[in-house]
């Protein structure tokens, strides 16, 4: 079972449109991520985000942006993507950015395909 | 900076072999060290974890040891079974900085 809720599952968008991630965490955590998770490639972190403010920002291509309205959600909104964008997203959150001695907690991912 | 290496997959094994899969790291500090894994189709969930030296993470029949001497948090199970079938992650937090460093993952596969 997750304590982070990642909606839609699935996702199939042309190059064209716009669309959003959303995910939900009440586990009273303060931080939340995003990952992408491509075949055959290591785990990226995209964006992290404490106490709803953006901390991180891995040099992530500006189709991609991020909204935290408050620290139990967190948003992934996406335009114009290109197909090398498919992968699974995951979103995950942690009890704090400068502590996290229980590790992660992490949804189920959308599963994004641009065609 | 730190990081997190694991042994390249897949792991193929049959059903109640003996499984390891090895970790080592690379840390300025004294980190927390953790097991996640991802079945197909699925987020990662955390496995176990270990957050000083000599510390046994454990949970389904899955025990690491963090071993500060070598650097190591070796994954191991002593009989696997096909529903192990996933991708295993090691992983590490350095205290004063929790982003967690993942290592690239390794594929263990179970046939019966």
């Known amino acids: 079972e997750t304590g982070v809720t990642q909606t839609p599952r699935h996702l199939v968008m042309g190059m064209t449109n716009k669309k959003s991630l959303k995910c939900e965490q009440h586990?009273?955590?303060?931080?939340m991520y995003w990952y992408k998770q491509s075949a055959k490639k290591p785990l990226e972190l995209m964006f992290v985000?404490?106490?709803?403010?953006?901390?991180e920002n891995n040099s992530v291509p500006s189709r991609f942006s991020p909204e935290c309205p408050n620290s139990s959600h967190l948003f992934l909104h996406l335009h114009t993507l290109q197909p090398e964008d498919s992968a699974l997203y995951l979103c995950a959150s942690s009890q704090d950015r400068d502590r996290a001695p229980y590790g992660y907690t992490f949804g189920s991912g959308t599963r994004l395909t641009v065609v | 900076g730190d990081s997190v290496t694991q042994m390249e997959g897949p792991v193929t094994l049959s059903e109640e072999a003996f499984l390891t899969i090895n970790c080592t790291y690379t840390a300025t500090g004294y980190p927390s060290l953790f097991w996640y894994v991802q079945y197909p189709g699925e987020g990662l969930q955390l496995l176990l974890k270990?957050?000083?030296?000599?510390d046994k993470g454990s949970n389904k029949g899955f025990e690491a040891t963090y071993r500060k001497e070598t650097t190591s948090f070796h994954l191991e199970k002593g009989s696997v079974q096909v529903s192990d079938s996933a991708v295993y992650f090691c992983a590490l937090s350095d205290r004063g900085y929790s982003t967690l460093t993942f290592g690239k993952g390794t594929m263990l596969l179970v046939s019966p």
């Open positions: 985000y404490s106490l709803e403010e953006r901390v």
């Open positions: 586990l009273g955590h303060n931080a």
């Open positions: 270990a957050t000083k030296a000599d």
